[in-house]
């Protein structure tokens, strides 16, 4: 009963290749995001969607498109993948921004991206 | 305007002792600042929180100090177990709630 869950753990690819990372709360929270942490433990926001709808789209590549397809899942599809994508990338979710619960963020466990 | 800065890096700190980690940001619109705990290999979590119209808040051993005035805030870890070894994220996020920035992160180490 994981609140934020997100698969693979552990992705090792070859450059140029094409991967997707799934999403999934259990959380009934309507934001959803995703964060890239570097090498250096920096995280940084990607992309957020509300219900289903985008909210923040960060300078990010056009490379990475994220879906939606219902206000649970939030994927991550990477096209053409270079080694400088080698990160860990969090899903992580919240309630409406509009309350209280809006500002706590639930992240899911990560998954290790390196790209050879 | 949209960074919080955090210090320092890494810390060490033997078991029993105060850890402290500080962070500064310039954005006014930030209006709630959460510290995260990320342990190796796992998403960071919600610590604790507070809203600058308070200057202080305690939850066990973790305390947040807020300076409205310096848009200064800080983690106090009071008794430092080696449980407590972790990376620290200091964060805000302006009343939207949407778009939370992030300090660099500090690496907590405490000593058996």
């Known amino acids: 009963d994981t609140a934020v869950s997100q698969t693979p753990k552990y992705l090792v690819t070859q450059m140029g290749n094409d991967k997707s990372i799934k999403c999934e709360q259990n959380l009934g929270h309507d934001t959803m995001y995703w964060y890239k942490q570097d090498s250096k433990k920096f995280l940084k926001i990607m992309f957020s969607?509300?219900?289903?709808?985008?909210?923040i789209n960060e300078t990010v590549p056009n490379r990475f498109s994220p879906k939606s397809p219902d206000k649970a899942h939030l994927n991550l599809h990477i096209n053409s993948l270079e080694l400088g994508d080698s990160a860990v990338y969090f899903c992580a979710s919240s309630q409406d921004f509009t309350g209280e619960e809006g500002e706590k963020l639930f992240f899911g466990s990560g998954t290790q991206l390196s790209v050879l | 305007q949209q960074q919080v800065k955090q210090s320092p890096q890494s810390l060490i700190v033997q078991k029993g002792g105060i850890s402290i980690i500080n962070c500064a940001y310039e954005n006014t619109a930030f209006d709630y600042f959460p510290w995260y705990q990320q342990f190796p290999g796992k998403g960071p979590a919600l610590l604790i929180a507070i809203r600058p119209d308070v200057s202080e808040k305690k939850e066990g051993r973790f305390t947040i100090s807020f300076n409205k005035s310096a848009k200064q805030f800080s983690l106090h870890i009071m008794d430092s177990q080696p449980g407590d070894s972790a990376t620290y994220f200091c964060?805000?996020?302006?009343?939207?709630?949407?778009?939370?920035?992030f300090g660099p992160g500090t690496r907590l180490s405490v000593l058996p």
């Open positions: 964060a805000a996020t302006p009343n939207d709630g949407q778009n939370f920035v």
């Open positions: 969607y509300n219900n289903k709808e985008l909210i």
